[in-house]
């Protein structure tokens, strides 16, 4: 069984910073690439970044520039640094495999972006 927990999410003003955490149960990082997603009300879930084990990563057009993956083996665990946050970011952001296994889907962390 592998459990993904996501965490730090919250409110914030359109131009502030937020950094999320995925926390797994297992040491799946080393072997795996990761993604953060994200879904809006109303909206398909998108990916917005990823990373593999060797550290490459990529993003969605949207977030370029602003967002930025990382991971810490020893905490088995990804994050998502978010800068310069936009209101069309706001979304429940997910993270899991990439591509995703069905399995791994938690419930998310918020974020939501407005003045």
């Known amino acids: 069984q592998v459990l993904l927990v996501e965490s730090g999410g919250g409110l914030v003003q359109p131009g502030g910073s937020l950094r999320l955490s995925c926390a797994a149960s297992r040491s799946i990082f080393r072997f795996l690439t990761m993604g953060w997603y994200r879904q809006a009300p109303g909206k398909q879930r998108e990916l917005v970044a990823s990373?593999?084990?060797?550290?490459?990563?990529v993003y969605a057009d949207s977030v370029k520039g602003r967002f930025t993956i990382s991971r810490d083996s020893a905490k088995n665990t990804v994050y998502l640094q978010m800068n310069s946050l936009k209101p069309e970011d706001t979304a429940v952001y997910y993270c899991n495999s990439q591509p995703p296994v069905g399995e791994y889907w938690g419930q998310g962390t918020q974020v939501t972006v407005s003045s």
């Open positions: 990373i593999t084990s060797g550290d490459r990563t």
